[in-house]
């Protein structure tokens, strides 16, 4: 599945080099019509409220993605938690659960006091969110209005939705949208042409876009006019070990590892690490949301032999408590930087107040 996903980015993003690639990359254009058709008679009916829509009587702030994966959401979200946490709210964060079995009732992964379910039933984001926002109500449910309303009644004063930005069932107050600055709309088409889960001109929907992954220079041209911040992201100072046990990342230079990495965009972790002095001897590039069998735990254990350490992002770490490994493993948090942090706090506390975000 790894393979797969990785030749399907590879074809979308101008690297079909065979007669057969580019005739493939042709055909899937058919379907990416369609694909793109249905997405803006789905707007309509929520724009012209053929659909319904829930307004919740508390600010409701979206973060979420055009194109699929990597653009490090979960670490804007992180960021957002804890400044509406800094100002004494009670946050709740809503999230559709993917990758987990579902949580029963009203979806609490968190009452506010860290998680009360494991990742296999929240999801890894959720989980992870949880987990570094105990003070945080965490909720998952496929209606995501139905867990903004309940978040409600929990007492919630303010909530985040986790990529919400194509879940047009709740109305929200500030929208914040995620690009890549290096390839913000990748080759402009949508899946499976392409990586856009709706066309490019679904940016006039946004009220903030954040380019991530933003190393100076130049902004891109984007097709709307919209406020717009950059942020990068930045390996911790601490890498934590499965118990919980913090240990300073530089203490990691030089030292052979193997990573392993089931997110979106594997291979910009493994460049991290390399950016940071590690020997990488092994690398396990696996699907989002991969889980962690008692074969490729054997695997890892195997490669583990010939290295120093094992290494691993904060999300796969999650699933891999409790594991034995022949050497430590380390999970590595993700930080969000931004170049203008105080105009991001300016325009979430803007939209706190009903004022228009600018």
């Known amino acids: 599945m790894a393979d797969l996903g990785g030749w399907h980015r590879r074809l979308i993003e101008g690297c079909a080099n065979s007669f057969s690639q580019q005739a493939l990359l042709f055909l899937l254009r058919l379907p990416a019509f369609f694909f793109s058709l249905l997405g803006r008679l789905r707007v309509a009916c929520y724009r012209w409220r053929w659909l ?201 230079t030089g030292r052979r590892v193997v990573a392993v990495a089931g997110i979106a965009d594997p291979q910009a972790f493994f460049a991290a690490l390399t950016a940071h002095g590690m020997v990488l001897v092994a690398t396990f590039p696996l699907p989002d949301h991969a889980s962690y069998g008692q074969e490729l735990r054997a695997q890892l254990s195997a490669a583990a032999r010939q290295a120093d350490c094992l290494v691993t992002t904060e999300k796969d770490g999650v699933k891999l408590t409790g594991a034995d490994f022949p050497v430590p493993c380390y999970q590595l948090p993700l930080e969000i930087v931004f170049d203008a942090p105080e105009r991001f706090a300016a325009m979430i506390e803007n939209c706190l107040h009903g004022k228009e975000v600018a």
């Open 52 to 252: 319904p829509v829930y307004r919740a009587p508390v600010p409701v702030i979206s973060v979420g993605n055009l194109a699929v994966g990597g653009t490090g959401k979960t670490p804007v979200t992180d960021y957002l938690v804890k400044l509406l946490l800094a100002r004494g709210l009670r946050v709740a964060v809503v999230s559709r659960g993917y990758g987990g079995a579902g949580v029963e009732g009203e979806g609490l992964v968190s009452r506010g006091g860290g998680p009360i379910v494991g990742p296999e039933a929240a999801g890894d984001e959720p989980y992870l969110l949880a987990r570094r926002n105990p003070r945080a109500l965490v909720l998952v449910n496929p209606r995501r209005r139905v867990a903004v309303a309940a978040a409600v009644r929990q007492g919630a004063e303010v909530v985040v939705l986790d990529d919400g930005f194509q879940h047009l069932a709740v109305v929200r107050d500030l929208d914040i949208v995620l690009l890549d600055a290096a390839r913000p709309l990748g080759n402009g088409r949508v899946l499976p042409a392409g990586r856009l889960r709706e066309p490019a001109a679904a940016l006039k929907r946004a009220d903030l876009l954040l380019l991530t992954r933003y190393c100076g220079g130049d902004l891109p041209v984007l097709p709307v006019e919209k406020p717009t911040l950059c942020c990068r992201h930045q390996l911790a100072a601490a890498a934590i070990d499965l118990k919980g046990e913090p240990r300073p990342l530089a203490e990691l």
